[in-house]
Nanobody, 119 residues
Framework: QVHLVESGGGLVQTGGSLRLSCAAS????????MGWFRQAPGKERELVAA????????YYADSVKGRFTISRDNARNTMYLQMNSLKPEDTAVYYC????????????WGQGTQVTVSS
């Protein structure tokens, strides 16, 4: 059974930093493209960042470019999202998700972790 478990969320002031982690089990982690999504109240879920299974290709939403960094450690079956210069509009529940190789859709999802940025 596949499990994706996020951690590292919390309350931070504007301009602060947080590092999210996503620990994966039950799948061959190195075969999955991983992504971080977020959903704020009343808004649609959006893809924030993604990293290819090999780690050699990344994607960032325009709203987080230059502030967030996605990375992965295939030996530890873990993905990270370093979030710097946080803004109130980054407040959301952050989810990690896994898509097999180059599949278009993300098959597995975590339960989410709350990030709240106070102004």
């Amino acid at each position: 059974q596949v499990h994706l478990v996020e951690s590292g969320g919390g309350l931070v002031q504007t301009g602060g930093s947080l590092r999210l982690s996503c620990a994966a089990s039950g799948l061959t982690f190195s075969s999955y493209r991983m992504g971080w999504f977020r959903q704020a109240p009343g808004k649609e879920r959006e893809l924030v960042a993604a990293i290819r299974w090999s780690g050699d290709n990344t994607y960032y939403a325009d709203s987080v470019k230059g502030r967030f960094t996605i990375s992965r450690d295939n030996a530890r079956n873990t993905m990270y999202l370093q979030m710097n210069s946080l803004k109130p509009e980054d407040t959301a529940v952050y989810y990690c998700a896994a898509a097999y190789l180059e599949a278009a859709t993300y098959r597995y999802w975590g339960q989410g972790t709350q990030v709240t940025v106070s102004s």
